[in-house]
């Protein structure tokens, strides 16, 4: 294997895992936002039922849903832009991928190249050996 060429393999394949690193990461910030948006909505349930059963505390109930909104609203924005940088991870890391299979391409093909020149060498001093021992009979 050819130095350069195996850097090349390695740090492409090192760009790959970094990549995958990255986009595990921005899945896991996407389910732990999706969870609280979740919990946000079970919140206001149980604020609602609560609600309901204490005529007095309707009166914090505008406050409330408007501090509910709030919350929600930038909760599914995070959501948004968390789903601009998936998209672009995914993105870079089927570039970064396709990039390292184009290298380990490479290097399979010169290997192959050096086995064959390998083998057209062992068949040439075979074939020459052969002839040495026939002209020798």
Partial sequence: MSNWRA?????A???????????M????????TELRLALLH?????ESRRLEADAEAGWYRL???EGWRGRRDGLKADLLALDGEEAGARDALARAFEELKKYEQIEEEA?????????KLETAALDELGLRR???R
């Fill in 111 to 119: 290997q192959l190249q050096a086995r064959q020149a390998a083998a």
């Fill in 134 to 136: 026939a002209s020798a």
């Fill in 63 to 65: 406050a409330y849903l």
């Fill in 7 to 11: 850097s090349l393999v390695k740090l």
């Fill in 13 to 23: 394949g090192f760009e790959v895992e970094e990549l995958r690193k990255r986009l």
């Fill in 42 to 46: 079970a919140e206001a349930e149980g």
């Fill in 25 to 32: 990461a921005v899945l896991d910030r996407r389910a732990e």
